[in-house]
């Protein structure tokens, strides 16, 4: 199993969800949901299989190593298969701040109670490991006003909602709003 140096343990469980250090095994799925899931992600054009390969070994491997890394991402399991994955993006350690990242296997993400139930497991382990583990001060993530199911689970776990960005990404067309939320270790 990948280690994090960062992290002292590198095994977080709730029910029958993991999250573990992303493994080289998931990246390929991991790429086909992004590009399948392409219209909510910040993402502008398909991943091919070699930029996966090239973003695991230069950027995601050297994290592993790395004291305060930019970036700590988990491969999330249900009963030890990948249904998804995220965590920490952009992270700032002088002001103990990162966003969070986010994004669910394709076919569960379409169903808004399993979306529902994973997401709100998900935020419930990185959140623990964020303010218990990482000692963040604070948590971002950004979502789109096209999207009022994950809305729904940011407000309910407690995520407030920090500015709107009017008409920030194009989609299909449409120019959307761009939504920041934040939690605050409490």
Not at 42 to 68: A, C, D, G, V
Not at 106 to 113: D, G, P, V
Request: aromatic fraction near 12%; glycine fraction near 2%; include cysteine.
């Amino acid at each position: 199993m990948n280690k994090y140096n960062c992290l002292d343990i590198q095994k977080f469980s709730f029910e029958d969800y993991i999250l573990i250090p992303i493994r080289q095994e998931d990246i390929q799925d991991i790429r086909k949901w992004r590009n399948a899931q392409i219209d909510v992600l910040r993402q502008k054009k398909p991943i091919s299989e070699k930029e996966q390969e090239e973003y695991y070994e230069n950027i995601i491997k050297k994290n592993f190593l790395k004291n305060k890394p930019e970036q700590i991402i988990f491969s999330f399991l249900l009963k030890n298969e990948c249904i998804g994955y995220g965590g920490f993006v952009h992270i700032d350690w002088k002001q103990k701040s990162a966003e969070l990242s986010f994004l669910n296997e394709t076919s569960r993400s379409k169903n808004l109670e399993l979306y529902f139930k994973d997401f709100s497991k998900f935020l419930r382990i990185i959140s623990k490991i964020a303010f218990d583990h990482i000692k963040f001060k604070k948590l971002i993530t950004e979502t789109y006003n096209i999207r009022p199911k994950t809305i729904e689970i940011l407000k309910n776990f407690g995520f407030k909602k920090e500015k709107t960005l009017k008409n920030h990404v194009k989609i299909d067309g449409k120019l959307i709003d761009s939504l920041i939320f934040n939690l605050e270790n409490k």
